[in-house]
T-cell receptor
């Protein structure tokens, strides 16, 4: 089956710094990837849709200048949390659309901002 | 916002069938029902999807009522590894965005 990886799996950073999270499709090409955020004991919240070669589409209420998304190739999308603060601490998960009816999800990245 | 309603939690005994209900009373004719699950601290995993007919694959069966207002995901022989949060999601057939909007899901606990 299709495999999606994320790096790093966890990261701790100081408040005010920026953090980059990578999402890779390992054995397929993904024109569309998605970024989600999940707080403890809550459901996944879609943050943005990332399309290769074009600007990402952020969901309402998600600041595009704070959560920068780059989808420079068919196998890599990156999410950069700029000027991170403790309230940005969360589990960030990406997914890649494989076929019309299937998305494969990465294992997630746990971000802790001190 | 999510278009589905699921019980907050359920449990079943290992080896027995787990039947997870989902209410989607406002579903329209061109919307699919998808099921994903999320094991603790992992990314979600696709299980199955359907439009009108019942569906079965190696993981589960999906039973959709005739009026399509509800469905049931069946894990025929639940194992401890099936303990997870199960999400029922409704998505338009012709939605070119392919977005998935997750609701709160059902936390299934499989007991030894």
């Amino acid at each position: 089956g299709a495999v999606v990886s994320q790096h790093p799996s966890w990261v701790i950073c100081k408040s005010g710094t920026s953090v980059k999270i990578e999402c890779r499709s390992l054995d397929f090409q993904a024109t569309t990837m998605f970024w989600y955020r999940q707080f403890p004991k809550q459901s996944l919240m879609l943050m943005a849709t990332s399309n290769e070669g074009s600007k990402a589409t952020h969901e309402q209420g998600v600041e595009k200048d704070k959560f920068l998304i780059n989808h420079a190739s068919l196998t890599l999308s990156t999410l950069t949390v700029t000027s991170a603060h403790p309230e940005d601490s969360s589990f960030y998960i990406c997914s890649a659309r494989v076929r019309d009816h299937e998305q494969f999800f990465g294992p997630g990245t746990r971000l802790t901002v001190l | 916002d999510a278009k589905t309603t699921q019980p907050t939690s359920m449990d079943c005994a290992e080896g027995r069938a787990a039947n997870l209900p989902c209410n989607h009373s406002t579903i329209s004719g061109n919307e699919y029902v998808y099921w994903y699950r999320q094991i603790h601290s992992q990314g979600p995993q696709y299980i199955i999807h359907g439009l009108k007919n019942n569906e079965t694959n190696e993981m589960a069966s999906l039973i959709i009522t005739e009026d399509r207002k509800s469905s049931t995901l069946i894990l025929p022989h639940a194992t401890l590894r099936d303990t997870a949060v199960y999400y029922c999601i409704v998505r338009p057939r012709m939605d070119s965005s392919y977005k998935l909007i997750f609701g709160s899901g059902t936390r299934l606990l499989v007991r030894p």
